[in-house]
């Protein structure tokens, strides 16, 4: 059971775009800044948006993120079949004084 | 550019104690926080802990009585000592550089990550 909650799935054809949500509480994402990792089959995760929505140099701008209350989202716009990958939130949750992650999203383009 | 290598033993014995070693390579291991964290297989990541350069530690609460985090900062080298494990600590071992730091709340972050390394917990 992961302290941040995301959908399982999702998936969206070529071109489209699709959103990835990660639920939490106030001692997590309500007061603390999101990241988000992509993890490629077989690889390491990468980094994708910090501090809620910068991106690190080298991720493409069709990535972003957002953040509301105790709920962030990452956008991914003109989806490529090279974006198939599993989706990460994560972010510090006080109460724990521990780093948190959610479940994982998988991401299918269909 | 910072680099991360994970090194240890692939195969662990039930009850026995799980190494590792993360190098640093590309830069120092100085002024950073350094992160272990792993992946069960066909599961999701979780969070072992972090220690600064000082040796400033935190680990995961769940995990917290079998973990110990250390650096050595002659060998550029940071480690995860994990005691009495089971089948439930069979996963790949990720080690990566963290950003740590609170303005209106904390920014936590891995930017880079090491390639990972299997580690199976069997007798």
């Known amino acids: 059971q992961s302290v941040l909650t995301q959908p399982p799935s999702v998936s969206a054809a070529p071109g489209q775009k699709v959103t990835i949500s990660c639920s939490g509480s106030?001692?997590?994402?309500?007061?603390?800044?999101v990241s988000w990792y992509q993890q490629l089959p077989g690889t390491a995760p990468k980094l994708l948006i910090y501090?809620?929505?910068r991106r690190p140099s080298g991720i493409p701008d069709r990535f972003s993120g957002s953040k509301s209350g105790t709920s962030a989202t990452l956008g991914i716009t003109g989806l490529q079949t090279g974006d198939e990958a599993d989706y990460y939130c994560?972010?510090?949750?006080?109460?724990?004084?521990?780093?948190?992650f959610g479940g994982g999203t998988k991401l299918t383009v269909l | 550019q910072v680099q991360l290598q994970e090194s240890g033993p692939g195969l662990v014995k039930p009850s026995e104690p799980l190494s590792l070693t993360c190098t640093v390579s590309?830069?120092?291991?100085?002024?950073?926080?350094w992160s272990w964290i792993r992946q069960p297989p066909g599961k999701g990541l979780e969070w072992i802990g972090y220690?600064?350069?000082?040796?400033?530690?935190s680990y995961n609460p769940s995990l917290k009585s079998r973990v110990t985090i250390s650096v050595d900062t002659s060998r550029n080298q940071f480690s995860l000592k994990l005691s009495s494990v089971t089948a439930a600590d069979t996963a790949v071992y990720y080690c990566?550089?963290?950003?740590?730091?609170?303005?209106?709340?904390?920014?936590?972050?891995?930017?880079?990550w090491g390639k990972g390394t299997t580690v199976t917990v069997s007798s």
């Open positions: 990566a550089r963290a950003r740590l730091e609170w303005s209106s709340g904390y920014y936590y972050y891995m930017d880079v």
């Open positions: 590309g830069g120092h291991i100085s002024s950073n926080y």
């Open positions: 220690i600064f350069y000082t040796g400033t530690t």
């Open positions: 106030s001692s997590n994402i309500g007061n603390n800044y």
């Open positions: 501090e809620n929505n």
């Open positions: 994560g972010t510090w949750d006080s109460s724990l004084s521990a780093g948190v």
